[in-house]
Structures are given as C-alpha cells and as structure tokens.
C-alpha cells in the first residue's frame, strides 16, 4: 500500500481540488462570522461601526457571567431542553414507527403517505403561527365552544334558583346566593356586594325574567382563557405538539429511505430461521439503520437548540416568557433596542457548547448501542 | 491656430460643465409598510420630491419592524449608514444617539427654522443622545381614553371623572356584555406604555424616576408600588378584563368600534385606526359617529395620586440625517433639502391627513376627520405631561416590568413581586454598565 | 418474495387491529397537515375585515382582490424567479459540493480531514443570527454586498455542515473495492467520482435537497441582510411587508403565504416520485 500519510501526486491533487470548493466557501461564509461571534462574546463593543470607529477590547467573560446569572437564561435552557427531548424521543421515533408502518405494507398509497406527512415541514411558520393564536384567542372557536358550555350551566342553575322563589322575588337570601354562585372574584366588582346586586336586579322589574337571566350570566360567567398558555412548563404542551407534527416527516422519510435500503433477502432468511417480527426489528433493521439514527438524532438536536422561527410565530416566547427558548432569548438580546452584541453572542457560543456536548453523548450511545452499517 | 482651438474648448467644456448641476445620490431608509395606512401617500410623497429635484436620485430602501431595525444596526456595524433615515427619539433607537450617528440638527437646520416646531420638539432632552439627533415629527400622548359616550349615555352612566366612577360601571356594563374599558395587552408593552406610565406619572411622578435613575430611590419605594397597586385594583375591581392579556393589539379596535367596549385606552395615534380608509373607503366608526359618540379623555382622577391629570407623552418618530456626511458637501446639501420637504407644511398636512399623527410644526392645517381633530384639542387641554417608561429606562429593565404587568394581569404575581423584581433587574444592570 | 413478507407479517402484528390502529394515526397526521392549508387558502380569499369578523367560517364574500393586490404590492413578479433561482442554485450547489468534498474526505485518507472535517461539523451548529452581522460585515468588505453572488454563496455555505458531514458518512459506506478496481484499471479520481460516486450517492443527495429545499425558499433573515433593492429580493421578503406590528393586513398576508406555499407543494408532488427513483437507484448495490 503507497504512504498513506502524505499525499502525493494525482492523490494529492484530487483531494484538495474537491476539498477545497466546499473549504473555502465554508471559510468565507461561516468562518469568519464564528471567529467574530467568539471574539465579541468576550469584548465590550458596544454599537457603532465596528472596524474603524470607536475602539473597544476585551472585557474578559464578563457577559458570559451574566448569561448565567440570568433567570431568564436558564429559563430558555430549560424550555430548549424539552424540544430535545421531544425531538430526539419523540419526533424521531414516531418517524420510525410511521416509515416502518409503511414498510411493512401495513397501509396501502406509501407514496401518498410519505408525501402528505412531510407537507407540514413545507408550510411557512408564520401560516401555523397566526392559526394557532386564532384558536386559542379568547374570541376564538375554542373558547367559544368552552364559553357556551359554562354558560348553559349556570343559566340553568339561575332558572332553577328562580324558580325556587317563585319567580321575580328578590330578596337578600336571593342575592345572597347568587353572589356564592358567581364565586369570591365577583365580589370585588362591587363596592357593597349584596345591596348593589339587589338593586341591579330590581332595575330589571318589568323586563322578561330570561333577560335577567341572561344578563346575570354576562356578568358572572367566567369567560374561558387558555391559562395552560402562561403557566410556566405547560405553556411549551402546545409548542412541543407543533413542532412534532411539523418535522416528524422529515425523519419518515429519512428512516424509510434508509429501510428500503435493506437488503430483503436478509430479512426473508430470518423470517425462514423463524424469527418473530421483535427479533427481525432488533437483529437486522435497528443495527443496520444505527448511522441513520444517530445522524437524525444530531440533525434533530442541532434543529432543536437552534429552531426560532416557529416559536417566535406562535407565541413570541410569551406571554412573559414562559415559552421563550435560548435563540429568542439572544434575539431579545441582539437586535431589539438597544443591542448588546457580546451578551448576545456569548449566548450564541453557549448554545454552541451545548449542542457539541449533546451530540458527543449522542455518538458514545451510538458506540455502546450501535451495530455495523453491513 | 491650433492654441486658439484648444483655448475655445477649454472654455466650452468649463462653461458646459459649470452650468450642469451636479448630481447627487442620497441613500434612504423608510420605515413603511404595504398595509398601514398613508401608504400610498407616503409612496407619493418621495415620488414628487424626486420629480421637483432631477438632480438629487433617492435610492429608497422600505423596510418595517424588526427588519428594519435589524439592517439599521447591521448598517451601523458596518459604518455605512444610510444618509437619511427614519429614527426614534428614544431607546429604539439608541444606538444613533449613543454612538452620535447623526447629525446635529440644531446646526444643520439652525434655530431659525426650528422656531415653526413646538418647544416639546426642539427640546433636546428629549432625546437620548441629548442632543437633536433627529426632529421629532409628532409630540404623541400615550394614554389616551377613547370613550364610546353614546354607549355610556345609552347604559345611564356619564364619562368618567374618577377611578370611583369607572368600578361604578363595572355591573350595569358586564351584565349587558359590555367591557368599562379594554387594553390589549398581548404584546406587552401596551399596558406599559398606555396606561401604566401615567398612572406612574400620577402617583409618583418624573422626580421620582429621576431619583431612581440617581439612585436615590427605588421601585421597591411606596409610590412604584402604589402605581402597580393601581394597575392590579383595576384588574381585580373588574374595570379591566383579565382576558386582554390574550388580545393582539391588531384585533382590539375593532372590537372597541364594534361597542364590545365602553372605552378603549391606548395612544393617540390610535386615532387613525377608525378613520376612513381611503383605499377602501369604508371606516371602523363613521365620521358622523366620531364627532358625536366619541370623546378622548385623559385617565380619570386615581385615589392618592400627586400629579393631578398629568398625561404620558413622548417625542414621536423622525428622521435624521447621517454624521458621515462631510460637512459642507454637495450631499449635506442635498440632505438637507430632503430633510426641509420632508418636514414641510405640505407633506407634514398630508401626513396629519392621514390620521397618522398630530405635527409638532405649528400650523399645519389639514382635513382631518373628526375623531382625529380631537386630538390636538385633547393636548390643549391636558398640557401636563409624564414620561413614557420605556422611553427613560433601559430594555432590560422596562421588559421586566412589561412582563410583570402581564402576570398582574393574570394574577399570577403582586405589585410587591414585580416590584422587587423590577429592582432587581435596574441593579444588575447598573452593576453591568 | 415481498409479497411472503407481507402475509407473515401480517400474520404476526395482529391483522386487522393493527391496520386499524396505523390507518387511525396516519389520517389523524393527515388531518392536521392538511387542514392548516385548506384554512389559509379559504382565507385568503376573505376581505382582512371578515376574517377579523370569523376566522373559521367560509368565506361569505369571496374576493380575488387579496391575490392582485398582494402581487402588486409585493412585486411578486420580480421576487418569484428569485426565490427560484437562490432556491434550486443553492441546492445544486451544497449538493454538488458537498458529494465532492465528501467523497475526498471518505476515501482519500490524509492527515488534513481530521481538523478540516471538524471544522465542518461545527458548523451544524451554528444558527442564522449569528451570521447576521458579520456576514454584512465581510459582504460589504468584499463588495458584493446587493448581488445574487453573495445571496448564493451565501447559502450554500450555511447548507455545507451539514451536507459535508452527511455526504461524508454516506459515501464512507460505498465499498472501496469498486473504487480500488477502477483505479486500477486506470480511471482518475474525477471520473470515479463522476461515473461511481455520483449515481450512486442518490439517496444521499435526494436527503439534502429535501433538508434544504424548502430551508431557502422560506429563509428570510440573512437575504433581508444581504440584499436592499427590490430585484434581488425573495419571495419571504414580500410575504412579510403584509404583517406589521400595529395591524395586520391578513387577506393579503394570507394571499401572499398561498403564493408562497404553491409552488413548494407542487414541486414537492413532482419531485416526490424522484425521492422513490433516487432511493431505488441506491438500492441496488454492486
């Protein structure tokens, strides 16, 4: 065998001419920009022209010290955590289950399939974006339906209390109970709770019952509002289920490309050895689909910590931040205002460390875990 | 003969050349978008500067939003900033007044054209750079009450004096569907801007945030906290629906036309959201309805407020003219050109025409549909004025607060809670300068 | 033969109730895929004014008018063969350049892959608005900033990572005997790569166009950085000047989306049967 360690020749000359066109437009494109992201995330800079103007140094780790002393960063990681999870544990497998449904000839038109579940990741974010916040707007159909619903209860409740007395019979013992109806929140809207309803009520003698009715249920029926959309945790519910449904496709795709690949003869010879369908998954498709995993699962956590479109569409990283993730954070930090460029990109380097460290972990399951390609 | 030649030549090229102007290329950068209103104006308006001067060629860059403050400061990065361009007087846009990426308008106009614009306009504390980085064009109040007075009159009530009046409502409204008053807060700073700020300005007023500022006082201090127990008792008494917090600020003016509400609060440049739409002709509230239904109003009087009546209000928007530009130059020159038009009487009515905003140049006239009208009459009879919160504290300190407003809204933390926090971050951020 | 395989199966998982239960979980997927668009293209034809009146009813009032003003309005006439051409340029190029540096780097060995390799892979991780500014930085620097050079150059470098290191492990799999072999019979390094890599690098190629099709035709924060003048810009940039932050006109955004969206999804039906004939092609192994 010629050296392998120095190229020479024609050897030497192929290499670099079909390394160097990706080489150097790498260099050009995203070189620059990472040595530049490092080199302010450690500097004071503070705005203005860059090369040329004001002069500005090192100013050591500071903003990496206020990155972590920041609430709101760890805040972002926690959510950014989550979409890992989901993604690698989620998307991933769903995708497999989904190329492998159609593997298996369990349902007919793969072609269709493949194509109609992929589309989700051909729509603009902004279109899943702006249906989201119509659905769940406290004017939209969600709460419609939820509004109605707590309504029609309470209108019967306040007939039958009604009709208890007899009709138009207003008393304080009525008021009363309809005040304990209404729940404690009511009670604030009143100065003095039990005379002014009364005398609300009593305004309404001549009117048809059913239109007190129907008034005291305007005032007293909680309206319906998405809480779980500002609770800390379960505000990323909704965020997650979006994002697995936009990308799960991709991985179908990627998974059943991969499976097709498989040379049947492999799995027909099991089949006739007498393996059942767990052990064919486990000796002959999972091994030899271990490069495709891995690589969807970097693939998915690379998406996953940098993902900000779909976020920023649904819900901005609202309301008060309960859903931001650490690249709406840094956009928080980098373009609004007054931007603070090296908090901004210690944040993108962080993200950076972060991603390397997960992927690491990654690759030593794949060496633990993994079998050969062939 | 030959010398004679050339001597005529010479003469002929000088001649030619000193009666050709010489043609100048500003760059431009608009702050505009397709569907807000005066856009077609605004189209017109660079349309007929170019045609009245063929020797200045505008190269016109339109962005909008976080675009275009996204290539503003790239540009500023980069040290090519544009030679004209749109700005804000406050933290926005921080880094021109900071890094002092524009021109002294003071000298470039000079004090004898300035002297058509209002006082609150050519004063440079109110800028950031504190100096007249750019020339407000409007001079907004940010706290305005827009009362639907014939709904109120059709419910029995007058318009409101007091907080009292306003929890008075609260029954009679609700019980026909009806909000006293909305503010959509989805996008946070609303609530700040339009409604917190004064309610700042009433209990606590500018002296004291200056005392912050100094650090002679904190948001932990009674009247901060009195002002965000304001905000929590108008969400508890019922006169704000908790469920604003959920409403973009794009859905709620039609929901207040639509008489979902008895008043609506928000800026005054809201004004131009009911008005007639030129394009399509049609108007959220007719103007026949503005003239008799509506009236603005300023926040009614709160319970232990100082500052009796005292109204937010900010320098608005303009533009400014980059400090790269040699001094004395052809281009200073055609910028300044550009600068004068754009601020003239004629384009500054067409603007006010639009409903766009009030002009802080003295005595632009214009055809303006009555709820627009109201709107200088309302700065004549509130001339007392507070700070906008976010224009004298720093991002990282008024998003604490804008997110603490939301949580009040929900209920989900006290004025106590945000107030601590609020200082907590001002802290850290002094710590960090 | 695979039709052995299908009754076994079947046989095996449980017949009816598992077909029931994939049946079941395909359409749910299906559902909510397609009725996003179905709601964006009926609403594209309703006025701004009656989508703020019912967002989930049928149109009452049709109107075509969204669609012509949108297109006036967002110079969609000159945007769309933009989009084209950063969108298919750009692709072409991260696959073509990729295949290339990842079939040196796969089955050259030398001493520079280990750190150039590295190099590559740290950029997968790197997001868009890092690049935002130094990359306007270095465009104005090198004095192409507002061309269709610096957009495409631009693009392909950010599909590189991952097209490299992709491109890389697949080509590592192709057995180096049927390389060997052809080096032995005197074949250079070009036409090997031409005449054996190429074909049949298929399934990795069909990967990355997917993974970047539709990544450039919807990316909008580095283009908006890149380019001022309308001629150069993509279509993103116009579907965006229909939402601001005061109101947003929602007939015409929805109008410009749809515009957006079709001929995505009509390339992708086109080219969904080259996925099947690319992956097939990969299948077969020598």
């Known amino acids: 065998m010629p050296n392998r360690n120095r190229l020479h020749g024609e050897e030497g000359r192929a290499y670099w001419s079909m390394v160097l066109p990706a080489f150097s437009i790498y260099l050009l494109v995203m070189a620059f920009p990472i040595v530049l992201s490092i080199v302010l995330s450690v500097s004071n800079y503070s705005g203005g022209k860059m090369f040329g103007g004001e002069p500005w140094g090192f100013a050591g780790l500071k903003s990496y010290a206020r990155v972590f002393s920041d609430p709101l960063f760890w805040n972002a990681l926690k959510n950014n955590f989550y979409i890992v999870l989901l993604s690698v544990f989620g998307q991933l497998p769903l995708g497999f289950i989904f190329a492998y449904i159609i593997y298996r000839r369990l349902v007919k038109w793969p072609g269709f399939w493949q194509g109609v579940l992929y589309v989700p990741n051909i729509i603009s974010v902004i279109v899943v974006g702006l249906l989201w916040q119509t659905i769940f707007s406290p004017n939209g159909p969600i709460a419609e339906v939820m509004n109605d619903l707590a309504r029609a209860g309470f209108q019967s409740r306040l007939e039958a209390l009604f009709a208890s007395v007899g009709g138009f019979n207003v008393d304080d013992g009525l008021v009363s109970k309809i005040l304990d109806m209404a729940g404690p929140a009511a009670l604030d809207w009143f100065s003095d709770p039990v005379p002014e309803l009364k005398e609300l009520i009593l305004s309404y003698e001549g009117a048809p019952l059913s239109e007190l009715i129907g008034d005291l249920c305007n005032l007293f029926v909680p309206r319906w509002s998405p809480e779980f959309l500002s609770k800390p945790n379960i505000a990323m519910l909704p965020v997650l289920f979006v994002i697995l449904w936009m990308y799960t496709g991709m991985y179908l795709i990627l998974f059943l490309a991969n499976m097709q690949k498989i040379d049947s003869q492999v799995i027909e010879a099991a089949r006739i050895d007498g393996a059942s369908e767990g052990q064919v998954m486990r000796y002959v498709i999972l091994p030899a689909l271990s490069g495709t995993i891995v690589n969807s699962a970097i693939l998915a956590i690379s998406g996953s910590l940098s993902s900000f479109s779909l976020i920023f569409a649904m819900t901005g990283g609202g309301p008060s931040r309960v859903t931001e993730i650490l690249s709406i954070y840094m956009y928080n930090n980098a373009f609004l205002g007054r931007p603070n460029l090296p908090l901004a990109n210690a944040i993108s380097l962080v993200m950076v460390v972060i991603s390397f460290i997960l992927i690491g972990l990654t690759k030593m399951a794949e060496k633990r875990y993994g079998g050969k390609e062939e | ?433 | 033969m695979s039709d052995e395989i299908k009754t076994t199966a079947l046989g095996r998982i449980g017949g009816a109730a598992a077909k029931a239960a994939a049946y079941a979980m395909m359409l749910l997927f299906t559902a909510m895929t397609l009725y996003p668009i179905f709601w964006l293209i009926m609403n594209s034809f309703k006025s701004t004014r009656e989508f703020q009146v019912s967002q989930l009813a049928f149109p009452k009032e049709p109107t075509l008018s969204n669609y012509v003003e949108a297109w006036k309005m967002g110079d969609f006439g000159l945007l769309f063969p933009n989009s084209l051409i950063y969108t298919i340029g750009a692709t072409v190029g991260i696959v073509f350049v990729s295949l290339l540096a990842g079939f040196a780097f796969a089955k050259i060995a030398s001493r520079a892959t280990k750190p150039i390799y590295n190099g590559f892979v740290i950029g997968i991780l790197i997001t868009a608005q890092s690049l935002m500014i130094p990359l306007f930085l270095e465009v104005n620097l090198l004095g192409i900033y507002n061309t269709r050079f610096a957009v495409l150059l631009v693009y392909i470098g950010t599909g590189l990572p991952i097209g490299v290191y992709l491109a890389t492990e697949y080509i590592k799999a192709i057995p180096s005997a049927l390389i060997e072999s052809a080096r032995i019979d005197g074949a250079s390094f070009w036409r090997i790569f031409a005449k054996i890599i190429v074909p049949m690098s298929m399934p990795v190629a069909v990967t990355l166009s997917i993974l970047n099709i539709s990544n450039i035709w919807n990316e909008f924060a580095l283009i908006n950085i890149l380019v001022s003048r309308t001629e150069l810009k993509s279509l993103p940039l116009g579907i965006y000047k229909f939402s601001g932050s005061l109101s947003t006109d929602y007939g015409k955004q929805f109008a410009a989306l749809t515009i957006g969206m079709v001929p995505m999804l009509l390339f992708y039906i086109v080219f969904r049967k080259q996925i099947t004939r690319g992956v097939a092609a990969g299948a077969v192994k020598g």
């Open chain 2, 1 to 433: 003969m030959k010398r004679m030649i050339a001597a005529i030549l010479l003469i002929a090229v000088a001649a030619v050349g000193g009666f050709a102007q010489e043609k100048v290329t500003l760059t431009v950068m608009n702050y505009q978008q397709a569907d807000q209103a005066g856009y077609p104006e605004d189209v017109k308006i660079w349309q007929d500067f170019q045609a009245a001067n063929p020797d200045i060629t505008l190269n016109i860059e339109v962005l909008f939003n976080d675009p275009y403050h996204q290539k503003l400061q790239a540009y500023a990065a980069a040290g090519t900033m544009p030679d004209v361009f749109y700005v804000w007087p406050g933290a926005r846009s921080a880094v021109i007044h900071e890094k002092k990426l524009a021109k002294d308008l003071n000298q470039l106009l000079g004090a004898a054209y300035l002297k058509d614009f209002s006082a609150s306009a050519t004063n440079p504390a109110n800028q950031l750079g504190g100096y007249m980085a750019m020339l407000p064009q409007s001079f907004t109040y940010t706290s305005v009450m827009y009362v639907n007075t014939k709904l109120l009159a059709d419910n029995g009530f007058k318009p409101p004096k007091t907080y009292a009046d306003l929890k008075k409502m609260v029954p009679k409204l609700k019980a026909k569907g009806i909000a006293v008053a909305m503010l959509p807060n989805k996008d946070a700073w609303p609530m700040q801007s339009c409604l917190f700020s004064t309610v700042v300005g009433r209990m606590a007023g500018d002296d004291f945030l200056d005392a912050i500022l100094a650090g002679k006082a904190k948001f932990t201090d009674k009247p901060f906290v009195a002002a965000l127990e304001v905000i929590q008792n108008l969400y508890k008494d019922g006169i704000l629906s908790r469920e604003d917090v959920q409403i973009g600020y794009g859905e709620a003016a039609g929901m207040f036309a639509s008489g979902k509400a008895a008043i609506y609060i928000d800026g005054d440049w809201r004004a131009g959201a009911y008005i007639t739409d030129k394009a399509s002709g049609k108007a959220l509230i007719s103007p026949a309805a503005q003239d008799k239904d509506f009236a603005l109003m300023p926040f009614p009087a709160i319970p232990g407020e100082k500052n009796r009546g005292v109204v937010s209000a900010v320098a608005g928007t303009g533009w400014a003219v980059s400090a790269s530009l040699p001094a004395g130059s052809a281009k200073e020159k055609a910028a300044t050109r550009l600068i004068q038009y754009l601020y003239s009487n004629d384009v500054q009515a067409i603007r006010f025409n639009t409903g766009a905003y009030v002009p802080t140049r003295k005595g632009v006239k214009a055809d303006v549909e009555p709820l627009v009208a109201k709107v200088p009459v309302f700065y004549a009879e509130n001339p007392a004025t507070c700070y906008v919160i976010d224009g004298v504290l720093d991002p990282a300190v008024y998003n604490v607060i804008n997110d603490g407003l939301i949580a009040i809204g929900l209920g989900t933390k006290t004025a106590a809670q945000v107030a601590a926090e609020t200082q907590a971050a001002f802290e850290s951020w002094k710590a960090s300068k």
